[in-house]
């Protein structure tokens, strides 16, 4: 193997190494407290953990309306759960709360901190997920920046963003293959219209009204989960 091959096989694995942290699979994200999709607070933890028995493989913990008090209560709470299971817990904007309760990582969203402030308060271990909604050279950027996955989205209306810009397969095909990172589809994602986004290349489909605001969040996330086992998924480095 020639000097060039072996540099390329070498780029190659570290890349494979660095987001190895990221799992593939459905990525559950919680709702407000008391909304009807992730419910009262007390029932939070145990609807996470239905998801998670259900085959949810990385948690989000998101709420716009909580006070500073109540979120840190409430993903402290989380953080043990997701510890139990193995299965990483992000904090969806606060990189100060993520690295305060040693949760696994941050979401970031365009009006968040940048990529490196986040990398510099969390380390190097933690996960860094980036909305790059409709935008393709935002995806890229990210990912120079250090980013440890992407999101694109929405694809379907979503109750939670209403308004969200639209993405399409078209733009999560191409970003498949200009991009080594993991790409998670989010917005409007149910168990029925997952399948197309998996194969059109997202390694992770994040969902927070398919799962939580069903009757029985454990079967949405088992029927979610068993997707990425299909024959006809798409296996990608």
Same mark, same amino acid.
């Given at each position: ?88 817990? &992000?904090?969806?904007?606060?990189? =100060?709360? *993520?690295?305060? #309760?040693?949760?696994? /990582?941050?979401? $970031? ?76 589809? &989010?917005?409007?994602?149910?168990? =029925?219209? *997952?399948?197309? #986004?998996?194969?059109? /290349?997202?390694? $992770? ?33």
């Amino acid at each position: 193997m020639n000097r060039a091959a072996m540099d390329t096989g070498s780029h190659a694995s570290l890349a494979s190494a660095r987001y190895a942290k990221v799992p593939r699979g459905l990525y559950a994200i919680t709702a407000a407290c008391g909304s009807e999709t992730t419910g009262e607070p007390e029932t939070l933890v145990a609807n996470v953990e239905r998801a998670i028995t259900g085959g949810a493989h990385m948690v989000q913990y998101r709420d716009k309306t909580a006070s500073a008090k109540q979120r840190q209560e409430r993903a402290a709470a989380l953080c043990t759960l997701c510890a139990e299971y193995r299965v990483p817990l &992000i904090i969806n904007d606060d990189a =100060a709360l *993520a690295g305060a #309760l040693r949760a696994d /990582g941050v979401h $970031l969203g365009e009006r968040d901190m940048p990529i490196g402030e986040a990398r510099a308060m969390l380390g190097e271990h933690a996960i860094i997920g980036v909305s790059c909604y409709d935008d393709i050279s935002r995806a890229l950027k990210a990912w120079q920046a250090g980013a440890d996955y992407i999101a694109f989205g929405s694809f379907s209306p979503s109750p939670t963003k209403p308004d969200a810009v639209r993405a399409t397969l078209d733009l999560l095909m191409r970003a498949r293959a200009a991009l080594p990172i993991p790409i998670c589809a &989010i917005g409007g994602i149910m168990p =029925a219209n *997952a399948a197309p #986004l998996i194969r059109a /290349g997202a390694d $992770l489909v994040a969902i927070i009204s398919g799962v939580f605001a069903q009757t029985d969040p454990e079967a949405a996330a088992r029927e979610v989960a068993a997707l990425f086992l299909a024959p006809d998924r798409d296996v990608h480095p």
